[in-house]
């Protein structure tokens, strides 16, 4: 049984049921006290100056210090927290061994933008949203997530629910009840704002584990306590590790940024979602999930009628008003990916179910299709510390493009990647097609850094040669300034026909297992 550190145990406080969130507009979102100035401090160290670091911080009257913890990361990261009140980041800095600092954020709860009662047995609402992601024929071919494991962080687990319940529950040492009935349930047995509920979830054969890091009254929570909580997760064999927490945050250098993306080099698959700020504009990704490698997931609109046939033009998927656009402040691409995020019905405490909508149920829904790759293909202890970012290329590169929403929906248009990334996810392309794409985001950057060539690594993994030929299919333009108020909102974007000038390559024939790189 895997051991989980003191700082998490801490976190997880000791009630069992998730609370119950208000509901709240986008603009009532609480944003934390991101800006307000902080005499905590997330510092990064050589592993060898820890005790340097803790002789001058871990004693009250050292250095004016009423704080101090060590971050217990193995080895993805040697760090500590500390508060001092004679320290800023440039003194901290240069301390013997420190790596990295970071003023010290919280992080808000995000609510659901919408929520609405749901009947007690939700299956067919939510069926239908997996027969535009493919979700469903696979279930059909009896891949449904066995043996992968999931980490969902957030608000923990309401383990009564008559969804969630197991057999021996009630029977588990009081210890136990407190960690594995949060962390050890089946993916049916999902959290408040999570997709994996009943026998129609993505991947209702995946094992949970469910880490709290918000207290029983929930309006924000701290860096440090999400960074430990990625840290337990993965020190406790998650396959995959899913959040659906964030706030605005530009940079990609974000210390729980940076963890996430340590994380998945190691292996783990991580998914984070995008916002819900969506009526903001451009530039407003989201904290976490700016890693490098980590997946930031969009909402996307997907019809709730399973009567409508997915070749329908009248009920083609569009994005969700509220999910976040990027990009990041660097001009890098984000979010990376859409799926199913509007009007999705989950578990809710008191054995009710209910219908909600946010970006907080699509990074679930990505989490469940990598789970889903990993029941079929096996994960990181098979494939090493490249499957991560192996399985995250698979899953952008699945993408089917969307028509444009962003105010008005205009069909004519396609949404741009800075709003829903490569577009809704194609769960069967990720887990049945013979072809794998390396690359990395194709993010051109500005004029002064502009980065005009880019490379793919393709390979055929089937036993037939294919050929390949390649084209470009413009999405939708937007200018972004608005030349008296800045940036715009999102209800003042109009798409706009641009096709770039792409030098596309030769087409090309690979023999089964080859591997070739085009520019």
């Not at 406080?13 to 401090?41: H, I």
Request: glycine fraction near 8%; proline fraction near 7%; include cysteine.
């Amino acid at each position: 049984m895997p051991t989980l550190s003191i700082w998490s145990l801490a976190a997880l406080v000791m009630g069992t049921v998730s609370l119950k969130p208000e509901q709240k507009s986008v603009a009532d979102t609480p944003t934390g006290n991101v800006n307000a100035a902080t005499n905590r401090y997330i510092i990064e160290v050589e592993h060898e100056s820890i005790p340097y670091m803790a002789r001058l911080f871990a004693a009250p009257s050292s250095r004016n210090s009423t704080y101090y913890r060590q971050f217990d990361c193995g080895d993805v990261f040697h760090g500590l927290v500390v508060e001092t009140e004679i320290d800023n980041v440039d003194t901290l800095s240069k301390f013997r061994g420190v790596a990295n600092v970071w003023p010290m954020k919280t992080v808000p709860m995000t609510s659901a933008i919408q929520r609405v009662k749901a009947a007690s047995e939700p299956k067919y609402h939510n069926y239908s949203m997996h027969q535009w992601t493919g979700v469903d024929q696979l279930h059909a071919q009896g891949i449904r997530g066995k043996g992968a494991t999931i980490a969902i962080i957030d608000t923990g687990v309401d383990y009564t629910h008559e969804a969630v319940r197991r057999p021996l529950v009630d029977e588990l040492a009081p210890c136990a009840k407190h960690i594995y009935s949060l962390a050890g349930v089946m993916a049916q047995a999902a959290k408040l704002l999570e997709v994996m509920i009943l026998l129609v979830g993505v991947a209702p054969e995946a094992q949970v584990l469910s880490f709290k890091v918000f207290a029983d009254n929930p309006l924000d929570t701290d860096e440090d306590v999400l960074i430990q909580a990625f840290c337990d997760a993965y020190g406790a064999g998650a396959d995959i590790i899913t959040a659906s927490i964030g706030r605005p945050d530009g940079f990609a250098d974000d210390p729980w940024a940076l963890i996430a993306s340590r994380i998945a080099d190691k292996g783990v698959v991580v998914t984070i979602s995008a916002g819900n700020e969506g009526n903001t504009g451009p530039f407003y990704s989201s904290s976490g999930a700016n890693g490098h490698n980590v997946v930031s997931v969009a909402a996307i609109n997907v019809t709730g009628n399973p009567n409508i046939s997915t070749s329908d033009p009248n009920a083609a998927p569009i994005p969700a008003l509220f999910t976040s656009w990027g990009p990041t402040n660097e001009l890098l691409l984000k979010p990376d990916i859409g799926a199913p995020g509007f009007e999705i019905v989950s578990t809710v405490p008191g054995n009710s179910y209910e219908s909600m909508s946010g970006t907080s149920m699509a990074a679930p829904y990505i989490a469940g299709v990598a789970a889903l790759y990993i029941s079929k293909h096996g994960g990181r202890e098979l494939h090493g510390p490249g499957f991560a970012k192996m399985l995250a290329n698979r899953i952008v590169s699945s993408g089917i493009s969307i028509g444009w929403a962003a105010g008005d929906v205009d069909s004519r248009f396609r949404a741009p990647p800075f709003q829903v990334g490569t577009g809704l996810v194609n769960a069967l392309k990720v887990i049945n097609h013979v072809t794998q794409l390396s690359f990395e985001p194709f993010s051109l950057s500005d004029l002064v850094q502009l980065r005009p060539k880019w490379s793919v690594d393709i390979s055929n993994s089937g036993n037939q040669t294919v050929a390949y030929s390649f084209e470009l299919e413009p999405q939708a333009g937007v200018e972004i300034l608005d030349p008296h108020y800045g940036i715009k909102t999102a209800y003042q974007l109009e798409p706009i026909q641009i096709v770039p000038p792409v030098s596309l390559p030769e087409d090309i024939i690979l023999a089964p297992g080859e591997t070739r790189q085009v520019e």
